[in-house]
């Protein structure tokens, strides 16, 4: 038996992918071929009175097809008879072409495990080629239909929208990468394109770009439905007007369906400025509606404003693009100052303002490219202009995002880089500290108990200081913190003499630790508000851990009066007899009194394992 060398089987591997890809294209245009048809189909069989036979049905539905793509169509039966041109493209149709070639040459750059893969150049040809191999057939089938493709729009725009959908999938399947950039274009690009720094900053451009566009469509919309329900009565009349029965008037439903994406369009051109044009003598801006317009009844067109200079009403339209150019410097905000990032990693105020001036630049681009689409002759004379201006509202576009953008996303970068926290007086020296002075004593005039006494109330005059910080509605937990402080403090266990407590091995070196370090005053590391202590609960002052620390500095202080004995001796008897419950409490009073004035003296606790001297 003769052996294949592994060339003639690469070579063969390379063909059946490259087949395998051709016949994804053709299947893809087919599928949206027949789907259209069988729609067709359909309302031509449920009408009463069809004007064709089915074979008339199958053209029509071949050029609605190519209408899909871009092409443009001519009716041949006018009263002139001279053909007129149809290009206005219902966008809506153009969804499931677009999606199909994009997936058929996704599927075709990456196959599934066990097939041949083709490269990315040879998929991108194979499936297009399969593809426009169909739309050859369909506009050669459609040529003697009621609607004929115009030839010479086959090829710009209908070859170059399968090429982009197809180019899409390709670069889907790759990973949608950001180059590099071919070898023939410029160095400098091809520098600029390798660095992460401005793949990032472009990336979030086009993102703003998005937004703004997105929001441009929406608010469209917005107007072209409060303007719709204003003139109900007059859409209601021209749709049952079009059509007198069932069949029809689905057929009307789905036309109008179709070209929702076009009047939100309109409706965005119109809200920017420029407005859009109803034959060649009549433009309707928000200043106005200028001559006499020659509209075809149609349900959608009863939105149109009426004839006269603006009013108040149509001079509203203007927040759509005002609402767009914030969203597109909210967007380029959040990139540009994170919530989530040190302030360090924070764009400067010059790249902000870049990347916000190339995200409006796309946005009119965006904006001129889909106004150009949506709107085209319906016929000759008069309706040879008909939609919006796109080279008026492309720049208008840029202007507004621009204009508004820049300011916006200044102030918003400034806003989220604030320093977070703030306080009432907290410039003025001295606010954390006790307002009424202690009395003035001789050396060795001061007892235990004033001492401790002063020490609690310079804690509590500090709590009292974090209370007077005033509750912000972005930190709401710092007026809860200062509640349950004062809480505390009127049910004398504060917060602050709960937190003059040592706590046994909490130091570095196994000593206790107090809470006059700074996660006491809320400026640790957290938020500033954050009052740690003020969930401690305060049972622990009583365990035995803590006793007999309290005893060991009380017994240090005593100068070796005290005798020496374990502390929870104390608990025991009082437990035995009313009495010595007495005396412990007074000695828990005396511990607390005792500590606190050790802890004003600056003199350490001594460790809970650890007793005091013996005397």
């Known amino acids: 038996m003769t052996q294949r060398s ?6 063969r591997n390379r063909t059946l992918a490259l087949a395998s890809a051709l016949v994804r294209g053709a299947v893809a245009a087919g599928l949206g071929l027949g789907s259209l048809t069988v729609l067709v189909m359909v309302l031509w069989i449920s009408s009463p009175y069809p004007d064709s036979g089915p074979g008339g049905a199958l053209r029509a539905a071949a050029g609605v ?7 443009g169509l001519l009716r041949p039966d006018t009263l002139s008879g001279v053909p007129a041109p149809v290009s206005l493209v219902p966008l809506l149709l153009v969804v499931g072409p677009v999606w199909l070639a994009h997936r058929a040459a996704r599927d075709a750059a990456d196959p599934e495990e066990g097939r041949p893969r083709p490269s990315q150049a040879g998929a991108f040809c194979a499936v297009t080629a399969g593809y426009l191999l169909v739309v050859a057939g369909a506009a050669a089938a459609a040529r003697g239909g009621s609607l004929r493709p115009d030839p010479d729009t086959l090829v710009f725009p209908v070859a170059l929208v399968v090429a982009g959908a197809a180019a899409a ?7 949608r990468p950001f180059g590099p950039l071919p070898s023939w274009s410029p160095l400098v690009l091809q520098e600029a394109v390798a660095r992460t720094v401005v793949r990032d900053r472009a990336e979030a451009a086009c993102r703003s770009a998005a937004v703004g566009v997105t ?18 009565g007059a859409a209601q009349d021209a749709f049952l007007g079009l059509a007198g029965d069932w069949s029809g008037r689905i057929a009307v439903l789905l036309l109008a369906a179709s070209l929702v994406p076009n009047a939100a369009l309109w409706g965005a051109s119109y809200g920017l400025g420029p ?19 020659t509209a075809p009844p149609f349900p959608l067109l009863a939105a149109v404003p009426d004839q006269g200079p603006g ?12 609402a767009a150019a914030l969203a597109l410097a909210w967007s380029t905000a959040r990139r540009a100052a994170p919530a989530d990032a040190p302030r360090a990693r924070a764009w400067s105020r010059s790249e902000t303002v870049r990347v916000t001036l190339l995200a409006a630049l796309g946005c009119g681009a965006a904006t001129a490219l889909l106004t ?12 040879r202009e008909f939609g919006p201006v796109w080279w008026l509202a492309g720049p208008a576009a840029l202007a507004w995002t621009a204009g508004l953008g820049v300011p916006a996303v200044l102030l918003l970068r400034r806003w989220r880089l604030r320093t977070p926290g703030w306080a009432w007086r907290r410039d003025v020296p001295g606010a954390d500290e006790s307002p009424a002075a202690a009395p003035t004593r001789a050396p060795g005039e001061t007892s235990t108990k004033e001492a401790a006494n002063a020490t609690v109330s310079e804690a509590r005059a500090g709590a009292e200081a974090r209370v007077g910080r005033p509750r912000r509605w972005w930190a709401p937990w710092r007026g809860r913190a200062a509640a349950g402080a004062s809480g505390d403090a009127a049910r004398g266990g504060s917060a602050a003499s709960t937190a003059s407590v040592p706590a046994p091995g909490g130091g570095p070196g196994g000593g206790p630790e107090t809470a006059s370090g700074p996660a006491a005053d809320g400026s640790g590391p957290g938020d500033g508000g954050f009052e740690p202590y003020d969930f401690l609960p305060t049972d622990p002052w009583h365990a035995k851990d803590f006793r007999e620390t309290r005893w060991a500095s009380l017994k240090r202080d005593s100068g070796g009066l005290m005798a020496d004995f374990p502390a929870a001796s104390a608990g025991s008897t009082g437990s035995a007899d009313p009495v010595g419950s007495a005396d412990a409490d007074a000695d828990a009073d005396s511990d607390t009194d005792a500590e606190a004035a050790g802890s004003a003296a600056g003199r350490p606790a001594p460790a809970p394992d650890r007793p005091g001297p013996t005397p």
């Open 6 to 11: 592994p060339m003639v089987t690469a070579e």
């Open 65 to 71: 097809w190519l209408l899909a793509h871009g092409a």
């Open 169 to 175: 999938g390709v670069w889907t399947a790759a990973g």
């Open 215 to 232: 929001v441009l469509l929406g608010g469209g919309a917005l107007l072209v439905a409060v303007a719709l329900g204003r003139n109900a």
């Open 275 to 293: 407005g859009f044009s109803l034959g060649t003598g009549a433009t309707a801006t928000p200043l106005g509606l200028a001559g006499s317009p």
């Open 311 to 322: 009013t108040l009403l149509n001079g509203a339209a203007l927040a759509v693009p005002v």
């Open 372 to 383: 150009a689409v949506a709107g085209g002759p319906l016929g000759t004379g008069a309706l």
